[in-house]
């Protein structure tokens, strides 16, 4: 058996609704009577068999036009062998790396990227894949104007493979960005 209100709860809550029903349907009969004297906007005669609006107002508010979201951006890659420890901002730029360079970096600056933004790096030396040095990272808030950097690091003792290194950034999945370095031997 389902327990129900207290009962007099219950029968002011019902007892309420006569009367509310009654003042409900005198409001709708009230409206649809006001509703046929031509109040609110029409259509005039026409022109030429065109509908031409009518020059009565109405009073309703203007809508308010929804401003565009900024798209998310990744800048052009700045390759660089170190970056500022405050900004990640590359400190100097260049196209081609010593063997003995400790740091091949890959900066790009964000525009736009909202909380939760996923951005993908992934590298290849001279058209191989380097798994082992894919990176993604996650915004935790919004970044616009940022730098983000993507470094890969040698072994002291092991000097850079000569060639081309290729840096592939992508955005949400999507590639936004694709950029090539050359090691050489010096």
Same mark, same amino acid.
């Given at each position: ?58 009073d309703a508010p203007e809508l308010a ?34 063997? @003995?360079?400790?740091? *091949?970096?890959? !900066? ?10 996923? *951005? !993908? ?5 001279? @058209? ?15 970044? @616009? ?6 470094? *890969?690091?040698? @072994? ?10 290729? &840096? %592939? &950034?992508?955005?949400?999945? %999507? ?12």
């Open positions: 058996m389902a327990k129900t209100a207290h009962p007099s709860l219950h029968a002011r809550l019902f007892a309420a609704r006569p009367r509310r029903l009654s003042s409900l349907l005198t409001l709708v009969l009230l409206s649809t009577s006001l509703a046929g004297c031509g109040a609110g906007p029409r259509l005039a005669s026409t022109v030429d068999g065109l509908p031409t609006p009518s020059t009565a107002t109405t036009v929804a401003t565009p979201l900024p798209r998310p951006l990744i800048g052009e890659v700045v390759w660089t062998s170190t970056v500022s420890a405050e900004t990640n901002a590359p400190t100097a730029r260049t196209t081609q790396f010593a063997v @003995d360079v400790p740091s *091949i970096i890959a !900066a790009v600056q964000a525009g736009s990227l909202p909380p939760g933004a996923r *951005i !993908a790096a992934a590298w290849e030396y001279n @058209d191989t894949t380097l798994d082992a040095f894919a990176t993604e990272l996650t915004a935790v808030e919004d970044m @616009d104007g940022r730098w983000i950097s993507f470094a *890969i690091d040698r @072994d002291p003792e092991v000097p850079w493979p000569a060639g081309t290194y290729r &840096i %592939t &950034i992508s955005l949400d999945g %999507t590639v936004m960005v694709q950029a090539t370095a050359e090691v050489v031997a010096s």
